[in-house]
């Protein structure tokens, strides 16, 4: 293989690209291929990624997932290069986005070259081009199609809409009732050998039953069909009635052994206390376990007067229709003996329809049955299909060849750009293919998003990747819940962004959609962040102590309100009290404590002032200044080393990416993924953007390493 490719393509020396702190091998066209086949895959970025979170042609992904175990893997890559470079004697056609094959560039030497270049003919013959020298992605496919909807797709499987008559179709679909079908890719049921086979072979068996209680005229009878045409009607009245009749006559009997019985054997000596009376679901069913009629001695039952209502219409009817043409007369009574004639007479006919056949032949007449078997047309149309349904998958095998080598010149480079190099992740101008769409809330827009299978198994790797993530659920405008997106928030701050706040998500394809934040992982945003935060934490802790105080105060004061209208009131109700006695110690000891207080007051007053005078400007300054480089400090070095550390593979293998590089985010990323929108050229009465916070911050850390280095006599500007 490799004398092969070095005859295809000409020798180049591996080239990298350094993105992220790693190593990525540039791949710009087909003469990089050949060194995705020699690099280790060591040195891959990526060897395993799952289909569903990259954005290319489905069928491209679905041909390379060469297992169907919905990833992609190094081995499999590579594999579809190999086959790729087999099947060309010309690979400049390897594109990105080339969908034309030009015929002349197909290896004919090789056996799928050969079949490539005969299918392609035959769809450039199917669509009246027979001489043009390239086939199109979409021409192959518009024919791939035609024969997936002719029903021959599946080879040995004939679908109902292959028949090209009424006929053949009815044919089919009886086929399908009576056996079930055999089960096609697409979800339908259709026709093969087996199929076929056993139709014929239970229908022949339908028939040969069916013709053994078959009358040769309409008045005709015989033992399985006792009453004729009537039969049938005649014996599921008889098996309706079967259980009631015995019943009836048994009881006859036990009334006969013990007439004392006959109490219990009322049809009313069941307690009707327990039956609501206008519920009429308990009425028919206590009707239908009810006898026939009331039991006797004589064991007669009287047709003319049957005592329970729920059976009287069936019983009349069963009379006219049978009793009376199985016995030879009009009868109006009915005792055991003739009961037993009657059951006799059925005997045949019941034993008839124990045989018959276990399938759905009686939805057929029994006419079309006999002409399907007749007819030797019927099984010839369906196997004729049935070997055309062989043909006609091996032709769209063939087809698939054809736009599998189209789909694979046209998106290998993409797709080895994002798997083996990430090139288009650096890229601002670009998109890899893992990334989803733009995300736009809080007035920014938030360009990388990956698709998230799992947010459980996403936060653990993403919580070790020093980036600040928002997990976003993405909804269709009906507000059902489509997939769900890992969004980094890379530069500024984080703003109003919280749990439950909703958005807009642009797609790759520029399709608009809901978004919702769901869950948010916490860290770093920016230096700048990071700096202020201690001090908004200071703001937050002072403002909410003086809340606190004041919320304290207003409580004390509409509490001693209270008590003075109290006092009031209590005042005017008693009677005026005599003056007390001034306490003259107690007044003493209060103005002690006063001037005690007072005095430590001023001695503390006293003590601030003449440090303070002992101090230089500078000093009280550089005291101000470094209390202030002790909160900032250490806060921006945490938030320094985490920042430099923020690491975009965890995303990727968050979502289950196999990745071997650490993927450092670029300072060039961050502003690319986290940006405000610029306003329109010439917008007026829009503010610049201020500085002044970075300026002021620089200037105070300067003035700062001045004082440090002015305390030990050190001047700044003599060091140079």
Excluded at 187 to 199: A, M, N, S, T, Y
Excluded at 693 to 705: M, N, Q, R, S
Aim: neutral net charge; aromatic residues 8%; proline residues 4%.
């Amino acid at each position: 293989m490799q004398k092969k490719l070095s005859k295809i393509l000409p020798s180049r020396p591996f080239r990298f690209r350094r993105y992220g702190r790693a190593y990525h091998l540039l791949i710009e066209d087909v003469k990089d291929l050949e060194h995705v086949l020699e690099l280790d895959e060591g040195h891959w970025v990526a060897t395993t990624a799952p289909i569903n979170t990259i954005n290319i042609d489905l069928m491209f992904l679905d041909l390379l997932d060469d297992d169907d175990d919905g990833r992609v893997r190094a081995s499999e890559v590579k594999k579809a290069i190999s086959w790729l470079f087999s099947v060309l004697t010309d690979t400049s056609g390897i594109t990105n986005g080339n969908l034309t094959l030009q015929l002349d560039a197909i290896n004919s030497e090789t056996p799928d070259g050969k079949s490539i270049f005969d299918s392609a003919k035959e769809v450039l013959s199917r669509i009246d081009r027979e001489d043009e020298p390239e086939v199109k992605l979409d021409q192959v496919r518009r024919i791939r199609l035609k024969e997936k909807l002719g029903g021959l797709d599946k080879a040995g499987i004939v679908l109902v809409e292959a028949a090209d008559h009424a006929t053949t179709e009815q044919f089919l679909k009886d086929i399908i009732a009576c056996t079930g079908g055999a089960m096609h890719p697409s979800g339908k049921r259709g026709v093969d050998q087996k199929q076929l086979d056993e139709f014929f072979k239970v229908t022949t068996k339908y028939i040969a039953w069916y013709e053994q209680g078959e009358l040769a005229s309409e008045k005709a009878t015989s033992d399985i069909m006792p009453l004729g045409k009537d039969t049938p009607e005649a014996f599921r009245l008889y098996s309706q009635l079967y259980t009631k009749l015995n019943q009836f006559f048994a009881l006859c009997e036990l009334l006969q052994l013990n007439p004392n019985a006959e109490e219990q054997l009322s049809l009313y000596s069941r307690e009707l206390t327990d039956i609501n009376i206008m519920a009429t679901d308990e009425i028919n069913n206590l009707l239908e376990e009810s006898p026939l009629s009331l039991p006797n001695q004589e064991g007669i039952l009287m047709l003319d007067n049957i005592s329970n209502p729920m059976f009287d219409e069936r019983m009349e009817k069963f009379r006219l229709l049978a009793i009376n043409r199985i016995l030879g007369k009009k009868i109006r009574q009915l005792n055991q003996f003739q009961w037993r004639k009657i059951k006799s007479a059925f005997e045949s006919h019941q034993k008839w329809l124990a045989e018959k056949p276990d399938s759905e032949m009686d939805k057929i007449s029994i006419d079309t049955l006999r002409s399907y078997i007749a007819e030797d047309s019927y099984r010839d149309t369906v196997r004729y299909l049935i070997e055309g349904s062989h043909r006609t998958a091996y032709a769209l095998s063939n087809l698939q060849m054809v736009e599998k080598l189209i789909l694979y010149q046209a998106n290998i480079i993409s797709f080895v750009n994002s798997f083996v190099s990430f090139p288009e992740l650096y890229n601002p101008d670009t998109r890899a293919l893992f990334e989803m769409g733009t995300l736009i809330m809080d007035g920014r827009h938030f360009s990388m998003a990956v698709k998230v299978p799992d947010r459980k198994k996403h936060i653990i790797p993403s919580s070790r990747s020093n980036m600040f993530i928002m997990y976003v659920e993405i909804s269709s405008k009906e507000g059902g819940k489509l997939y769900e997106v890992a969004v980094p928030v890379t530069a500024g701050n984080r703003g109003n962004l919280h749990i439950g706040k909703w958005g807009i998500f642009r797609d790759v394809y520029n399709v608009e959609r809901h978004a919702m934040i769901a869950e948010i992982v916490e860290n770093p945003i920016s230096l700048r962040e990071a700096i202020i935060a201690p001090f908004i934490r200071l703001g937050h802790a002072i403002s909410g102590k003086l809340e606190d105080i004041t919320s304290q105060a207003e409580k004390k004061l509409e509490s001693k309100g209270s008590q003075v209208v109290t006092d009031v009131h209590k005042a005017a109700d008693q009677p005026p009290a005599q003056p007390k006695k001034t306490n003259q110690n107690a007044q003493g000891g209060l103005l002690a404590g006063g001037g005690i207080a007072v005095a430590a007051l001023g001695s503390s007053l006293a003590f601030i002032t003449k440090t303070l005078s002992s101090m230089t400007l500078m000093d009280i300054f550089g005291g101000l200044l470094a209390a202030l480089l002790a909160v900032i400090l250490p806060a921006t070095i945490s938030a320094y080393l985490k920042l430099s550390r923020r690491d975009l593979s965890a995303i990727l293998e968050g979502a289950g990416w196999g990745i071997n590089a650490r993927m450092r985010l670029s300072h060039l990323q961050s502003r690319t993924f986290t940006y405000h929108p610029s306003y329109p050229l010439g917008s007026r009465g829009i503010a610049h953007r201020s500085w002044w916070f970075i300026i002021i911050v620089t200037l105070a850390v300067l003035a700062g390493v001045y004082w440090v280095l002015s305390r030990y006599g050190i001047i700044p500007w003599q060091l140079f």
